[in-house]
């Protein structure tokens, strides 16, 4: 039982968490498959280790910190092709993700109505990028434009949607005050 | 350089180039407060693509629950062909009823190592900041080293490399006057019935959408194109040709040769100096009739303490096509004398094969170390591997191209002379 009870309980914290550990994932392997491995061992390697977080604690640091191994695991497997990354800096993401995401968590709603404001053409790159996982260039040929037109334009739509984003949050924020 | 938004973007849409991400990471171990920035930069690019995807399961989830419920979310191929479709022609309608004659499209000023002046009309001749707009006048840059990134507000971009003289016309299209110079350029599409133009001493080019490289000479215009294509008129004779993906042009003043696109090549990885100029190489000193090449005086801009001055140059520039390429194996030979005991340095400024900048590199010949003939000549050695960054510190990168080498006795008017100049790749 007790067994059954610490279990759900790690599953209740990985599923919090999972998105952000994800996204630092991510951040570090550009290549999502390879992402996605690494995720999973993490999820392995925290259940497994499950017994030693100190509860009194907050559990994505602890998390991170074994997504962090994991990533330098794969980089070493794979290794030296263009390193971005190296131990100090994946530690300082680490450090800083958890700010970083209450940050952007509180931008989700307005996210989505900035998504759905865009121009058709912006949200077809959005969809290919983002969803189908396509290359700039695979987004350029199937836009029919040149890879440096097709970066330009998600570079200008990310900003769009910061300003967007920036906007409704100061609007809501706003109507706030005057309630 | 590039900024530091440019070198997230880029890093989010896995677009940097070697060097980039040197700089890239050069950047983030600068401070923690960069590395929080990316963090919320990279934080906010996966909760649009969490976000995408949730939507999008919601948009299977409610199609495969009712054939009546409209999907919401992302678009369909099809359908995001015919909407593309239309916004452009929306787009090119609202431009053509609605924009002014003759209203330059704006420019701004992204960044630069050097500073560049803006001449405009009446107005005085004034020294541009990053940041600042303008839509007509000519830019200049006088630094051999300068690296200026201009945008349009449509997000096509060019960059000044090296003495440049650059006019922007009183257009609604882009139309720029490349005096001397290289521009590099990365356009975005640009409506079919007003492309974008550049045009140079010898020749015009017609960009639609294109990534490519101009240098403009008085008497030849070298065109190379790595993505897209740039159509080039000869002007001595209106003759045509275009250049593709990895393709050349050379349009000389004189049109007796073929207008031809040739496949850009890889450049060699040895060379020998020679008084014999080949396109695109700007010769820094004077040859005399023994074939020695001696230095001449050229301004240089010192970013610190930002003065300006006169120092003494043998040696050659080649942005495109570039002078040699340096393996981990390459030594530079130089053969040299001067007029009075003095140690001489040796600069190399390199790109990589797609024109992103990868460093400047030195090197001392020690007089000691070389000791002179009969007739003062002395012989220096110095291997590729040995050379020393400069500035940004950028560690040498086998498979650079050099785009410029020379040797120098900085401000000291020593009588530089080289009888022989060279890189060997063994």
């Given at each position: 039982m007790a067994d059954e009870t610490r279990r759900q309980q790690f599953t209740r914290l990985w599923t919090d968490v999972q998105?952000?550990?994800a996204a630092y994932v991510r951040t570090a392997v550009r290549d999502p498959h390879a992402a996605k491995d690494i995720v999973q061992n993490t999820a392995i390697v925290l259940l497994n280790k499950f017994d030693q977080w100190d509860s009194s604690r907050r559990f994505l640091p602890w998390a991170l910190g074994f997504a962090k191994f994991e990533v330098l695991a794969h980089s070493r497997d794979r290794g030296r092709d263009r390193l971005v990354f190296d131990e100090s800096l994946l530690g300082a993401m680490a450090d800083c993700w958890p700010d970083v995401q209450e940050t952007v968590g509180r931008e989700r709603t307005a996210l989505r109505a900035c998504i759905d404001a865009l121009t058709a053409p912006a949200r077809e790159m959005v969809r290919l990028r983002y969803l189908e996982e396509l290359s700039i260039k695979q987004v350029a040929k199937q836009v029919c434009s040149t890879a440096g037109a097709t970066r330009v334009a998600l570079m200008r739509t990310r900003r769009q949607l910061l300003d967007c984003v920036s906007r409704r949050l100061r609007q809501t924020s706003t109507s706030q005050h005057e309630e | 350089m590039t900024n530091e938004n440019d070198l997230i973007e880029r890093y989010l849409d896995d677009s940097l180039t070697d060097e980039q991400a040197i700089e890239f990471q050069t950047w983030l171990k600068a401070s923690d407060e960069n590395v929080k920035k990316f963090a919320l930069a990279s934080a906010r690019n996966e909760q649009l693509r969490a976000i995408v995807a949730a939507?999008?399961?919601?948009?299977?989830?409610?199609?495969?629950?009712?054939?009546?419920?409209?999907?919401r979310g992302m678009l369909r191929p099809g359908t995001a062909a015919r909407g593309m479709t239309?916004?452009?022609?929306?787009?090119?309608?609202?431009?053509?009823f609605s924009s002014p004659a003759h209203s330059a499209p704006q420019v701004s000023l992204v960044g630069s190592n050097s500073p560049v002046s803006l001449r405009s009309g009446q107005e005085p001749q004034r020294w541009l900041n990053t940041g600042d707009s303008f839509t007509t006048g000519t830019l200049v840059t006088e630094n051999d080293a300068t690296r200026a990134?201009?945008?349009?507000v449509d997000g096509t971009v060019f960059t000044l490399r090296g003495e440049t003289e650059l006019t922007l016309e009183d257009d609604p299209g882009k139309r720029l006057v490349l005096s001397k110079g290289l521009l590099l350029a990365e356009v975005l599409p640009q409506p079919r019935?007003?492309?974008m133009k550049v045009l140079t001493p010898t020749a015009e080019a017609t960009v639609l959408g294109t990534t490519f490289a101009l240098n403009a000479e008085t008497n030849e215009t070298l065109l190379q194109v790595r993505d897209g294509e740039v159509t080039l008129r000869r002007l001595i004779d209106d003759r045509e040709a275009t250049a593709r993906n990895n393709?050349?042009?050379?349009a000389l003043q004189t049109g007796d040769q073929p207008l031809?696109?040739?496949?850009?090549?890889?450049?060699?990885?040895?060379?020998?100096?020679?008084?014999?100029?080949?396109?695109?190489?700007?010769?820094?000193?004077?040859?005399n009739d023994e074939g020695v090449l001696k230095a001449v005086p050229r301004k240089i801009l010192l970013k610190k303490p930002g003065v300006e001055e006169e120092h003494f140059h043998a040696g050659i520039r080649s942005e495109i096509p570039g002078v040699v390429t340096l393996e981990k194996d390459s030594e530079i030979r130089i053969r040299y004398r001067t007029a009075k005991p003095i140690n001489v340095g040796l600069f190399l400024s390199t790109r990589s094969a797609t024109w992103d900048f990868t460093g400047n590199f030195q090197a001392y010949l020690v007089e000691e170390e070389n000791p002179a003939d009969a007739d003062g000549w002395?012989?220096?050695?110095?291997?590729a591997t040995s050379l020393l960054p400069m500035g940004a510190k950028i560690p040498f990168q086998p498979g650079c191209v050099v785009s410029t080498i020379l040797a120098t006795t900085y401000a000291q008017d020593a009588g530089l002379e080289v009888a022989e100049f060279e890189v060997i790749s063994k």
């Open positions: 998105p952000a550990v | 939507e999008e399961e919601g948009v299977v989830a409610t199609a495969s629950g009712s054939r009546d419920s409209k999907p239309a916004a452009c022609l929306l787009i090119a309608g609202i431009w053509l990134r201009f945008a349009y019935q007003q492309p393709e050349q042009l050379l031809q696109a040739e496949p850009i090549t890889d450049v060699p990885a040895s060379w020998k100096a020679s008084s014999k100029r080949t396109p695109g190489q700007t010769w820094l000193g004077t040859w002395r012989t220096g050695t110095v291997p």
